[in-house]
């Protein structure tokens, strides 16, 4: 069972930047594709990026594309979400997510969840 805690989250400015982190422990992370997903009250989860075992294949949401950043360093058990030129409208509740297989960006077809971390973006 892989257990994640996203981190990192906070009020920032628009325009401005955060890098998330998520943290994997238990099962086997370098064999473990992971994305990220914002929640925001009322709303579905919705796909942001995803990432592959070994990095090498990435996705990202058209909404965040050029913007967002999804890397990791499998030696740290370690997903991060780089985000840069923050609109209001990123804000949002935050998580990562992991499955076995790289591919999907609906919620339902991931295992692992972490328990969110806040990002405010004001205006």
């Known amino acids: 069972q892989v257990r994640l805690a996203e981190s990192g989250g906070g009020l920032v400015q628009a325009g401005g930047s955060l890098t998330l982190s998520c943290v994997a422990s238990?099962?086997?992370?370098?064999?473990?594709?992971m994305a990220w997903f914002r929640e925001d009250p009322g709303s579905e989860r919705v796909f942001l990026g995803a990432?592959?075992?070994?990095?090498?294949?990435?996705q990202y949401a058209d909404s965040v594309e050029g913007r967002f950043t999804i890397s990791r360093d499998n030696a740290k058990n370690t997903v991060y979400l780089q985000m840069t030129d923050l609109k209001p409208e990123d804000s949002g509740v935050y998580y990562c997510a992991g499955k076995q297989y790289y591919g999907g960006q609906m919620p339902s077809g991931y295992n692992y969840w972490g328990q969110g971390t806040q990002v405010t973006v004001s205006s």
């Open positions: 238990g099962g086997d992370f370098s064999r473990t594709a």
């Open positions: 990432i592959s075992w070994s990095g090498g294949s990435r």
